[in-house]
């Protein structure tokens, strides 16, 4: 018969067995929908083709989130087997060789948090106006803190499974309250920078709409560009909310560790996936190598030249006599689409005389 103190022991084994089978059927649910995601994005890709640097970069750096990704749902479904087969065995040792590489392996998927944050960081820099790119100096601050707090959580994992490669870390260890320390600071610093990059876009957003509804005010229709830059706010607006609710999570204790304990793998497969749709979006639109999105407007073709009749005062002889002028509108000064010819001749006159 068993103690009541082994008795406690397996209870708490079993709640983890059950919250570890949960969060991989939820992890299994995102995965499948990154992985539909990874494909259409890579046939974008592919399709588009890899002779420019930036797509042979998104190609690789897509490629090996994936990857990761994969291995590290392979891992949790040979994590959770282990698990169980430990449990029917009446193993109940804190790690045996299989469960002993999780801690480390979840450091190391951190690395996925780093590029999402770095390619969502990027496409606001591309995305948004000129002089609103000096707001993303924080932005790009936050990400070199999270991508710093990543590396060194990584660290700190490799010499926790050197030292204590089968047991758990005591509670007044160094190594645990830094690891605590880098794991809130890198989910802290990964939300403020999804935040402050989705502001940037969302004020990139609003300039381009008054610019478009200045230009053509009779016309309240959401143009493309809009409909696309709206997509990639909503977007980054969920992402941060997931980003946030990872943090809340690993402050809310359960039975067994913390509700960060389940959510986290998920979240992890949803930062994978979050640059794909980035790709997706941004390909429904423009070229990866456009330097700006508000460089070129929907309606960009130039407006009808309005005629003007002479002032009136004489007979209708006369006036149908007179000089008619012609006057063309150029498009926004501050839109660089415009070609020095068409700045040239932005506003010109032309006298035709009726014989």
């Not at 209870?11 to 059950?18: A, F, H, N, Y």
């Amino acid at each position: 018969m068993d103690s009541p103190a082994s008795a406690a022991q397996i209870m708490k084994i079993s709640e983890g067995l059950i919250y570890d089978v949960v969060g991989l059927v939820a992890q299994t649910f995102i995965f499948g929908i990154y992985s539909v995601l990874v494909v259409l994005s890579t046939r974008m890709l592919l399709k588009r083709g890899l002779n420019s640097r930036v797509n042979k970069v998104m190609f690789a750096i897509t490629t090996f989130m994936y990857l990761l990704s994969s291995l590290y749902w392979v891992y949790s479904v040979d994590d959770v087997v282990d698990r169980m087969k430990a449990y029917n065995n009446h193993n109940y040792s804190d790690h045996d060789m299989v469960t002993k590489w999780s801690p480390l392996f979840n450091a190391i998927l951190l690395i996925n948090y780093t590029l999402s944050d770095g390619i969502v960081v990027w496409r606001a820099w591309i995305l948004c106006l000129r002089n609103h790119r000096k707001y993303l100096g924080f932005t790009i601050f936050f990400l070199g803190v999270t991508a710093v707090s990543v590396t060194c959580t990584i660290i700190f994992r490799i010499i926790v499974f050197i030292r204590y490669p089968i047991t758990f870390l005591p509670d007044g260890s160094y190594l645990k309250r830094g690891i605590d320390v880098l794991q809130v600071t890198t989910l802290g610093m990964s939300l403020l920078s999804n935040l402050s990059a989705t502001a940037v876009v969302a004020a990139t957003l609003l300039r381009h709409r008054e610019r478009i509804h200045a230009a053509f005010t009779d016309d309240k229709k959401s143009t493309k560009g809009d409909q696309i830059l709206i997509l990639l706010v909503e977007s980054g607006v969920l992402y941060c909310v997931s980003g946030l609710v990872v943090l809340v999570s690993t402050l809310i204790r359960l039975p067994h560790g913390t509700l960060g304990d389940i959510y986290t793998p998920i979240a992890v497969q949803i930062a994978g996936a979050y640059p794909s749709v980035v790709l997706l979006l941004v390909s429904m639109q423009r070229s990866l190598n456009d330097t700006t999105f508000l460089d070129t407007f929907e309606a960009s073709t130039p407006s009808r030249p309005i005629q003007f009749a002479p002032s009136g005062g004489g007979s209708g002889q006369n006036r149908s006599q007179g000089p008619v002028v012609s006057i063309q509108f150029a498009r926004s000064p501050g839109s660089s689409v415009m070609s020095e010819s068409e700045q040239a001749e932005a506003i010109h006159d032309n006298s035709h005389e009726k014989v």
